[in-house]
């Protein structure tokens, strides 16, 4: 069947090498918005053939990082819907059997090269090019030496004379001259095969219509394309994407520990705002919009609006983001997300966490900021009284101690603990007792907090705190400032 008639199938292929850098997942999160969009089906694929990189735990952080990230794979290891196992390990008997039919199909050769012959091809900068030594052994020699059990690779037959050519979906018209492919070792010694000739199997045998990932693949197309030719397959076609960069020169590496998707959760990201934000990298809606949510990004993906040149990845731009998405919520939705960070702030004291959520919702990008932010909650100790100090308010510490003295009255005889009540107390009783509001509710600020910056004015600060842990702040105060009169 042709396969720009059949139903779209995707896929993602990741290696577990290492954590999920945020270039691999936006690789998966455009193949996933691509088939989506296109009511196709989206393919999750585990590529670990390279068992010396493989890292232990990789593979479940693989399946973490989507659930987390909300790309759900139509078919995968957990999930075979007849074209298993997506698990490359568990396909290994394929490859040895696809590589002696590309044999018989001309495509392929049998290779006997030792380890020191081909170590003599090497040129000045010790990279060797293969010179095709093996490639037009008889049949019967080869049949000979395997049966004497010499040992063999599977080699690349490039046809000779030939430019290999494709429109990449991003990047246009790709070609390379067939002079310029190595015959490439396919199946290596060990029966094993390599990237290149794994990547040709599997994503035939899986009926990919569309192969999108990083353009570090671009310009080895060519050289895949052909052995889809020798195979007599049609080809999937390509969408290549640039690297997302860390700055003007490197890009985002999971060698140096870059941008992980798990690190960025854990600093109180949500998963819906790095996944907008990386959709971005890379890619524009034709309105340009910027918040999006993963059900618009999929309505608005467009190939058209994919970039070819890189994209620098931007902290500042994505905790932006974030705060957009955080003051977007309900209340409800908020203290969701954030309770756990205020119970880190507050330990075991029992403050109202819904009130300190209301507070806290407009104040923050990253959940990451509650626990500094509420520092004040958990820990009230001798501050440094120079902060009563206010020339354009008139406050200074006596101004302040009878500021704080008057407050502690005032609040004493509050008894509905809230906002409005607490305003209303302290305007009244401030005029009563001839001070300025504004003067006692800076000095109030202060002395409830201990802290130069508070995450709200006197009021919010003391309706958090509750009316007992005030009262004993505004003495705690009063009492500092006594002994500085
Ligand atoms: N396993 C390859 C990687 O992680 C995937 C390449 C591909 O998508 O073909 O880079």
Known sequence: MDKMTQNVRTRFAPSPTGFMHIGNLRTGLYAYLFAKRNGGTFILRIEDTDQER?????????????????????????????????????????????????????GAYYCFCDKERLEGLKDANGVHTYDKHCRNLSKEEVARRIEAGEPYVIRQKVPEGVVSEYEDMVFGKISVDSADIEDGVLLKSDGLPTYN????????????????????????????NLIYDAFGWNRPRYMHLPPIMKDA??????????????????KGYL???????????????????????MDEMIEAFDVDGVSHSSSIFDETKMRWLNGEYLKAMTAE????????WIDRAIGENKYDKKEIAALMQTRVDILGEIPEKLAFL??????????????????DKTVAFN???????????????????????????????????????????????????????????????????????????????????
């Open 54 to 106: 493989k890292v232990e735990g990789a593979v479940g952080m693989i399946y973490r990082t989507l659930a987390t990230a909300g790309i759900s794979y139509d078919e995968g290891p957990d999930k075979d819907a007849g074209y298993g196992p997506y698990v490359q390990t568990e396909r290994m008997g394929l490859y040895k059997q696809y590589a002696e039919k590309l044999v018989e199909l001309g």
């Open 197 to 224: 000739f794994a990547n040709v199997v599997d994503d035939h045998l899986m009926n990919i219509t569309h192969v999108i990932r990083g353009t570090e693949y671009l310009s080895s197309t060519p050289k895949y």
């Open 249 to 266: 020169t490197r890009k985002l590496s999971k060698r140096f520990g870059d941008a992980n998707f798990e690190d960025f959760i854990a």
């Open 271 to 293: 998963p819906e705002a790095i996944v907008n934000y990386i959709a971005l990298l890379g890619w524009c809606p034709k309105d340009n919009r910027e918040k999006m949510s």
């Open 333 to 340: 939705e908020f203290y969701s997300v954030a309770e756990k």
């Open 378 to 395: 958990s820990e009230f100790k001798e501050y440094d009284l120079n902060m009563y100090v206010h020339q354009k308010m008139k406050v």
């Open 403 to 485: 500021a704080v003295n008057a407050a502690y009255e005032i609040l004493t005889d509050v008894e509905d603990w809230n906002d409005e009540a607490v305003k209303e107390s302290i305007k009244q009783g401030s005029e009563q007792r001839g001070i300025k509001s504004g003067q006692v509710m800076f000095s109030m600020r202060v002395a409830l907090t201990g802290e130069p910056v508070t995450p709200g004015g006197a009021i919010e600060m003391a309706v958090v705190l509750g009316k007992e842990e005030s009262l004993r702040r505004l003495k705690f105060s009063a009492q500092l400032l006594k002994e500085a009169q």
